[in-house]
T-cell receptor, first 112, second 113 residues
């Protein structure tokens, strides 16, 4: 069963705008990861945030984690056409033997 | 820097046929996984191998078998393909089971008619 649920399912923004997507989960986690998938391609790892961390940055990406609300957000700043992709959150938690459990993803379209 | 390599990239099977999807990684990772991706459902774990010599069922193992041939290679076999197995299959690997980033192959698009 899917542990993470992304919101929104789809997002359309203008180039240069920021994009924010959220992930909610049900069980206490060890870590939460964000992945990107371009059309017809495999998934590419973006950021891993551990349960004792609250925020991580990587280039134009910012991930926050709120364990009290069991939620995470991914912010992409100053979006580019190349950011057009699907974004997935994945959680690893002890009761699932740390198997990565993926959500259904958020599809982001960046308009030129 | 090949990473995770899957073969074939595309395959069409008739119902009842069998086939093996191959996966190899060159990063000396301990853990390997097979996922399937269907529209609107994200990725679902079929089988995994936490370390060389071990394999375990994931969320949707029925109709599949796996072999961890060695540390590099992890194959997925469909013994008698069914239309419900039409999907995109991804192999992935990681150094530490569930605790660090996973690296994915480019996927195999399988159609069962």
């Amino acid at each position: 069963s899917q542990q993470g649920e992304e919101d929104p399912q789809a997002l359309s923004i203008q180039e240069g705008e920021n994009a924010t997507m959220n992930c909610s989960y049900k069980t206490s986690i060890n870590n939460l990861q964000w992945y990107r998938q371009n059309s017809g391609r495999g998934l590419v790892h973006l950021i891993l945030i551990r349960s004792n961390e609250r925020e991580k940055h990587s280039g134009r990406l910012r991930v926050t984690l709120d364990t009290s609300k069991k939620s995470s957000s991914l912010l992409i700043t100053a979006s580019r056409a190349a950011d057009t992709a699907s974004y997935f959150c994945a959680t690893a938690f002890r009761s699932n033997d740390y198997k990565l459990s993926f959500g259904a993803g958020t599809t982001v379209t960046v308009r030129a | 820097n090949a990473g995770v390599t899957q073969t074939p990239k595309f395959q069409v099977l008739k119902t009842g046929q069998s086939m093996t999807l191959q996966c190899a990684q060159d990063m000396n990772h301990n853990s390997m996984y097979w996922y399937r991706q269907d529209p609107g459902m994200g990725l679902r774990l079929i089988y995994y191998s936490a370390s060389e010599g071990t394999t375990d069922k994931g969320e949707v193992p029925n109709g599949y078998n796996v072999s961890r041939l060695n540390k590099r290679e992890f194959s997925l076999r469909l013994e008698s393909a069914a239309p419900s197995q039409t999907s995109v299959y991804f192999c992935a690997s990681s150094e530490q089971w569930g605790l660090d980033e996973a690296f994915f192959g480019q996927g195999t698009r399988l159609t069962v008619v």
